[in-house]
């Protein structure tokens, strides 16, 4: 059989058959291949967004491009030539000084422990990166008075405060012979962040670099915070320049190698469940094959007839593997379709999700009321204590090809056993039936 003939006999399936059976088989085949995708293709864009963006505010926000530490004190000289060294490096943005280290914020009205970093106050105005993943939410970013505080969301409902109010801040001091001391320190909130994730949010707390630099005079407090045209490219050219110019005691650490296990346990949850998403697709794959074989049988007579005046095994076989492949196609163009739709809508798919439910259980709850007295219960899709607040919206072209691909050879496999089947018909066997 020639190729068009072969096509022809393929796609003929799809409009032929006694009151319409066989075409419904073959849209039940379509359909459960679009179905299986719509949430194959959401999961995968889902997970992409949440991971680059949790990744992008911990990189941005928490640990910066690269960090450059020295594991001995440093003085105030050798730490600005240091600087002075880095900034002086191709492919480097920014380089600044910064301080970390915990302590105990109070007020009038509350407490708790708090992860302080000292930071320039100039940052927010000279990091884009920085300044596109912090949201004031209150106040502005002003470290530039020596008492200047800038809490979280978290924090300031904590201490139950606001701006303009005061705080104090408790550190301790370590002393010769393993004592120490504690120092209180009163400071005012000049705004209150957000960075749009709680992890990052939960305990954050930012103060005058000066001041940290009093706070904070252990080893390994203190840092330099670096940034980089690319941190998600090869950092390796700008790694050995920048080695080549640090004093022995500084080590050099990168975003990965300190969010690694992070980074690791996303990537881990987000193969898990693509996996499961791909077991659904092999599923509907079956049921093609299932649709193909009750396709064979009712055309088992035509079939006959075809081989009769000269169509060949290998022909019939290929008709039904067009079929197959076809069905995928349909499918995949279906599915990828609507499963882009509601990825690209994630954030009002959820919200309204989430509205109907409670909606839901508030009419149930006033069906019940007056049987059942049911405290007012209030469901949430996706809790900000453990996603972004809001999810980012990014699409892989790659992997969206890979796993239409995947649809489409895994419909094309599943159709080729009952196309062997169909292109073993003997039309003498047929035949006695009739």
Do not use: C
Request: proline share 5%.
């Amino acid at each position: 059989m020639r190729l068009r003939a072969t096509l022809f006999l393929g796609l003929r399936n799809f409009w032929s058959g006694e009151n319409g059976r066989r075409i419904g088989q073959l849209r039940g085949a379509i359909a459960g291949v679009a179905m299986s995708l719509i949430p194959l293709v959401v999961v995968l864009e889902v997970a992409n967004g949440m991971i680059e963006g949790i990744t992008a505010r911990y990189v941005e926000v928490g640990t910066f491009h690269l960090q450059l530490k020295s594991l001995t004190t440093v003085n105030e000289p050798e730490f600005d030539s240091v600087l002075a060294a880095i900034r002086s490096v191709p492919g480097v943005t920014e380089a600044f000084p910064a301080y970390s280290g915990l302590g105990l914020a109070y007020s009038r009205s509350g407490r708790t422990g708090v992860a302080v970093r000292a930071l320039p106050s100039d940052l927010y105005a000279t990091d884009s990166g920085f300044r596109r993943y912090l949201t004031m939410t209150a106040g502005r970013f002003d470290l530039s008075e020596a008492d200047s505080a800038l809490l979280s969301v978290d924090v300031a409902k904590a201490l139950h405060v606001s701006v303009g109010e005061p705080i104090r801040l408790l550190t301790a001091k370590n002393l010769p012979g393993g004592s120490f001391i504690l120092r209180p320190n009163r400071l005012v909130v000049r705004g209150i962040f957000t960075t749009g994730y709680n992890e990052l949010d939960s305990l954050a707390m930012f103060i005058p670099n000066a001041q940290g630099r009093l706070l904070f005079t252990d080893p390994g407090s203190h840092f330099i915070g670096v940034t980089v045209k690319d941190p998600y490219g090869n950092l390796q050219p700008i790694i050995r320049l920048i080695k080549q110019r640090l004093p022995g005691s500084w080590y050099l650490f990168t975003w990965y190698q300190m969010e690694k296990p992070m980074y690791k346990t996303f990537e881990t949850t987000k193969n898990l469940l693509l996996f499961i998403m791909v077991l659904i697709v092999l599923v509907a794959s079956v049921n093609i094959s299932s649709a193909l074989v009750m396709l064979v049988i009712e055309r088992s007579h035509e079939i006959a007839i075809l081989k009769s005046t000269g169509a060949s095994p290998a022909g019939i076989t290929r008709a039904f593997v067009v079929t197959g492949f076809a069905i995928g196609v349909l499918g995949t163009v279906g599915g990828m379709g609507l499963g882009l739709l509601a990825a690209v809508n994630i954030n009002p798919v959820i919200a309204g999700l989430q509205w109907l439910i409670n909606a839901a259980v508030a009419l149930w709850n006033l069906l019940l009321s007056p049987f059942v007295r049911e405290s007012p219960v209030h469901i949430t899709l996706l809790s900000t204590s453990y996603y972004l607040d809001r999810i980012p919206i990014r699409l892989d072209w790659q992997e969206l090809g890979a796993i239409a691909f995947l649809s489409i050879l895994l419909a094309t496999v599943a159709a080729w056993f009952p196309a062997r089947r169909a292109g073993a018909i003997r039309p003498i066997e047929v035949m006695r039936k009739y």
